[in-house]
């Protein structure tokens, strides 16, 4: 193995270019939201949607 390729192997794993945060570094500080949530807070959302549509006559057509 040439001393180019035992660097590269021996590095810290996923280097970050031009000064941008590793992947794993980011997912630390993130918000983390069930994907369940997610979906019943859509669904929630789209039933409104459609209510409000009712109301104001918008919806059908």
């Given amino acids: 193995m ?5 660097k590269k192997a021996s590095g810290s794993g ?3 270019s031009a000064g941008l945060m590793r992947y ?3 997912d630390e ?3 983390r939201i069930n994907p369940k949530t997610v979906v019943i807070i ?3 959302a789209g039933i409104f ?4 549509g009712f109301q104001y006559g918008t ?3």
């Fill in 29 to 31: 500080t993130a918000i």
């Fill in 14 to 16: 996923l280097m970050s």
């Fill in 49 to 52: 949607a459609i209510a409000l």
């Fill in 59 to 61: 919806w059908p057509g």
């Fill in 42 to 44: 859509a669904a929630v």
């Fill in 2 to 6: 040439t001393s180019m390729a035992k």
């Fill in 24 to 26: 794993y570094d980011a």
